[in-house]
């Protein structure tokens, strides 16, 4: 069964840092790509980043791009996302997905989420 | 930057029949996906290129895509598949954007 576990989120002043992990398990983690994709308080699913399954390839939507990194550990079937210089409007539920086949950008299983509040 | 459309809302009554389009200029294209979210979960993948449902999910789950619209039809729709779906499609160049979203009454 995969399961996707988030941890790392929580609240946070803007301009701070912050990273998350995601922990993976029942599928093999390495020849899969996995994304983040966030949901601010009561809006709909935004796309924020996606990397290969050996994490050479990485991608970025504009709002994010140049503040956010996102990596992997796949020795530790892990998915990490740094967060630097963060805004209120960053604030929402990051989901880690996993992609529905190889290096695809289309999601299949997703995490129940950890909340970032970016607030002073 | 590419945007897919989608109705804020459909209500339908148990047992009839729900569509919810998406609309997009690279649909023609592009595969199209489905995504339902119940309140306080994750989403689910329900629709997949186009057509196609993965396992587990209802058979009155159905895809389908002409043109520059995709569309997702529940046949026979239930109180338990009230929620927020999603369409997904990438843009010419590959980058993947959510339609906004369409919540769905069954009452």
């Known amino acids: 069964e995969v399961q996707l576990l988030e941890s790392g989120g929580g609240l946070v002043q803007p301009g701070g840092s912050l990273r998350l992990s995601c922990a993976a398990s029942?599928?093999?983690?390495?020849?899969?790509?996995m994304s983040w994709v966030r949901q601010a308080p009561g809006k709909g699913l935004e796309w924020g980043s996606s990397?290969?399954?050996?994490?050479?390839?990485?991608y970025y939507a504009n709002s994010v791009k140049g503040r956010f990194t996102i990596s992997r550990d796949n020795s530790k079937n892990t998915l990490y996302l740094q967060m630097n210089s963060l805004r209120a409007e960053d604030t929402a539920v990051y989901y880690c997905?996993?992609?529905?086949?190889?290096?695809?950008?289309?999601?299949?299983?997703w995490g129940q989420g950890t909340l970032v509040t970016v607030s002073s | 930057s590419y945007e897919l459309t989608q109705p804020p809302s459909v209500s339908v009554s148990p047992g009839q029949t729900a569509r919810i389009t998406c609309s997009g200029d690279?649909?023609?294209?592009?595969?199209a996906y489905w995504y339902q979210q119940k309140s306080g979960q994750a989403p689910v993948l329900v629709i997949y290129e186009d057509s196609k449902r993965p396992s587990g999910i209802p058979e009155r789950f159905s895809g389908s895509s002409s043109g520059t619209m995709a569309t997702l039809t529940i046949s026979g729709a239930q109180v338990e598949d009230e929620g927020d779906y999603y369409c997904y499609s990438t843009d010419n160049s590959g980058n993947p954007v959510f339609g906004g979203g369409t919540k769905l009454t069954v009452l």
């Open positions: 990397i290969s399954g050996s994490g050479g390839s990485t």
């Open positions: 997905a996993k992609s529905i086949e190889g290096n695809s950008s289309v999601v299949d299983y």
């Open positions: 029942g599928f093999t983690f390495s020849i899969y790509a």
């Open positions: 690279a649909l023609p294209k592009k595969y």
